[in-house]
C-alpha cells in the first residue's frame, strides 16, 4: 500500500504513531494466525507452507476491526485513539477496503497451488459470511428484542466465521483431506463462539485497565449482546427493569451503565453468558478428532477461553 494508507495501516497495526514514529506494546494477540499455524501444524505441515494463509486472515480480520470501529463509533482500541478518530471516516473505511483486498493477494502469492482455489474460496466466503452477521448485529441495536437463537446465530457469522476459516486454511496447507479440513473448520467457528461470549462477557464485568476500551461500552451503545439478550428472555424482575431501561429515551450515561450491569447480572445474564461459552469450547474440541487435539491447538482455545482472567 501507498502512502498515506500504509501509514494507517501501521498505526491501526500498533506499529507506529500518527507520524509514522515506532512504537511497541501496542498491537493485538493475533490469534487467528495463531490458529493457522497450529491447525498446520497439527495436520503435518508447517508455518513455511501456511505464512501466508495466516497473514491472510490476519489481514481480513483487521479490515473487520477498522470498519466495525467506524460503524460502533468506538473512540478506542488497545487503549489508543482509533484509525477513524486520526484521519477520519472516509480514510478509515478506504483502509479496511485496502486490508480486505490485500487480505487476497496475500494467499494467492502464498498458497500451495493444489489448494490456492479452494482457500481463496473460502476467505470469500468467510468474508461475506463475517459481513452478514456484522450486519445483523448492528441490526439489533435498532430492534425492541433479539432471542437468544438470532444472537448465536449473528456470533457465528460475526466471529465463528473467520476462525472457523483460519483453521480450515491451516489445513489445507498442510494437504490435509476434506475431513479433517471439515473438522478444523467446526472446531474454529465454535472458538469463534467461545470468543464473542468472553467478548461480551467482558464487556460488562472486565477491566478496562486490561480491555484497553472504556467500561460497558456495548451498554452505554445501548448493543443487544449475549448477557443483555439472556437478561431480557428471562422474564425476571430484573430483566423487566433492564427493557424500560435500554427502551428509554434517557442517554445511556455511564451511571445508567452501571446500573444495567447489575440488573443483567441479577436477571442471570452473567452465569448464562459462562455457561454458554463453555459449552461451545466443549463442541469445539468434540468436533476435533483426537490426534488433531495438539497442545498448541488447546492452549489456543483455552486462551480464548479464559481472556476474562
Not at 498458497?111 to 450486519?135: H, N
Request: proline share 4%.
Amino acid at each position: 500500500m501507498a502512502e498515506p494508507l500504509d501509514l494507517m495501516a501501521g498505526y491501526h497495526f500498533g506499529w507506529c504513531d500518527p507520524e509514522g514514529v515506532e512504537v511497541v506494546g501496542a498491537q493485538g494477540k493475533a490469534l487467528r494466525p495463531a490458529l493457522t499455524f497450529a491447525a498446520a501444524i497439527a495436520c503435518g505441515g508447517g508455518v513455511e507452507e501456511s505464512v501466508h494463509a495466516a497473514a491472510a486472515v490476519e489481514l481480513l480480520h483487521n479490515f473487520s476491526l477498522v470498519h466495525d470501529d467506524v460503524m460502533d463509533t468506538d473512540p478506542f482500541r488497545h487503549g489508543r485513539p482509533t484509525v477513524w478518530r486520526v484521519w477520519g471516516e472516509t480514510n478509515a473505511t478506504l483502509l479496511g477496503d485496502a486490508l480486505q483486498a490485500l487480505a487476497l493477494a496475500v494467499l494467492c502469492d502464498g498458497a500451495p497451488e493444489m489448494v490456492t482455489s479452494e482457500a481463496v474460496i473460502r476467505l470469500a466466503r468467510a468474508t461475506v459470511t463475517l459481513c452478514r452477521g456484522q450486519y445483523q448485529d448492528c441490526a439489533f441495536e435498532t430492534r425492541p428484542s433479539v432471542t437468544v437463537e438470532e444472537y448465536l446465530s449473528m456470533a457465528a457469522g460475526k466471529t465463528g466465521a473467520l476462525l472457523g476459516c483460519a483453521c480450515a486454511l491451516g489445513a489445507l496447507c498442510a494437504g490435509a483431506d476434506h475431513r479433517v479440513v471439515s473438522a478444523m473448520h467446526t472446531f474454529g467457528t465454535e472458538l469463534g463462539l467461545v470468543f464473542q461470549l468472553v467478548d461480551d462477557f467482558i464487556d460488562i464485568w472486565g477491566d478496562p485497565e486490561i480491555t484497553g476500551k472504556p467500561a460497558h461500552s456495548d451498554l452505554i451503545h445501548r448493543k443487544q449482546s449475549f448477557p443483555v439478550v439472556c437478561a431480557l428472555e428471562s422474564e425476571t424482575a430484573a430483566g423487566r427493569d433492564l427493557a424500560r431501561l435500554y427502551q428509554s429515551r434517557h442517554p445511556m450515561t455511564a451511571a445508567r451503565a452501571a446500573r444495567a450491569a447489575d440488573m443483567i447480572e441479577e436477571a442471570g445474564g452473567r452465569q448464562h453468558t459462562l455457561r454458554r461459552a463453555s459449552a461451545a469450547l466443549d463442541a469445539a474440541f468434540a468436533a476435533l478428532p483426537e490426534e488433531l487435539a495438539t497442545d498448541d491447538l488447546t492452549a489456543l482455545a483455552q486462551l480464548i477461553a479464559h481472556r476474562d482472567r
